[in-house]
């Protein structure tokens, strides 16, 4: 795994694609290990899948392998990703609505337009609430959410310090009128994330 402080991927993280072939089962059954523990499920449809330098390396990585664009792509890709690396006083998570059916699942995205702004954090008593990635807007006019979302979760520095000590209570939740639930962090997920500030 690379260093926490890593805070951006640039060009020269990037592994050469035939090095990366060559590797590529052992990196993906690291990165999978690492993710277990960085995944929160939700209510019955929602997941949230804790970011960072790594996963997001795992992510360009696999990219630039499934398509092969080159430098070209890496651009692109680098643009996407990085501002999805946490900085250092905040945790990044990409939301996802997991539903197999087609219909139901645009049913339920129907219904639950601007979800993403419902999103919050419980550290003992105080509320986190989550901000929604700038680059897109995840629901659309006619008010139909995104299955996939990305929410950047900003603390204060008692906040991180309380993460890391491991002494806190921590829930992760949404309440939106059409889906309204929340879930405890496990010990080992908060360990994790933990690790995310500096």
Same mark, same amino acid.
């Given at each position: 795994m690379m260093p926490k402080e890593k805070k951006e991927i640039q060009k020269n993280d990037i592994m050469p694609? *035939? &090095?990366?072939?060559?590797?590529? $089962?052992?990196? $993906?059954?690291? &990165? =999978?290990?690492?993710?277990?523990?960085? $995944? =929160?499920? #939700?209510? /019955?449809?929602?997941?949230?899948y804790f970011e960072s330098y790594e996963t997001m390396l795992a992510q360009v990585q696999e990219m630039l392998y499934i398509e092969k664009g080159g430098d070209e792509q890496?651009?692109?890709?680098?643009?996407?990703?990085? /501002? #999805? &690396? /946490? $900085?250092g006083s905040e945790l990044v998570a990409t939301l996802m609505f997991e539903i197999d059916n087609p219909v139901s699942r645009a049913a339920f995205l129907g219904k639950v337009g601007g979800i993403e702004e419902k999103v919050f954090m419980k550290i003992d008593e105080d509320i986190v609430k !989550? =901000? /929604?990635?700038? *680059? =897109? *807007?995840?629901?659309? !006019?006619?008010?139909k959410a995104s299955s996939v979302q990305f929410v950047h979760f900003k603390f204060t520095r008692e906040q991180i310090e309380k993460f890391k000590s491991g002494s806190l209570k921590a829930e992760i939740g949404i309440d939106h009128k059409e889906y309204s639930h929340t879930t405890k962090l496990t010990d080992v997920t908060l360990k994790s994330l933990a690790a995310d500030f500096n």
């Open positions: 694609l *035939d &090095i990366y072939t060559k590797q590529r $089962r052992e990196l $993906r059954k690291n &990165i =999978v290990d690492f993710k277990k523990n960085r $995944r =929160v499920s #939700l209510g /019955p449809y929602a997941t949230f890496l651009k692109d890709e680098l643009a996407a990703y990085n /501002p #999805l &690396i /946490p $900085r !989550a =901000v /929604p990635e700038e *680059d =897109v *807007d995840r629901t659309s !006019a006619e008010g």
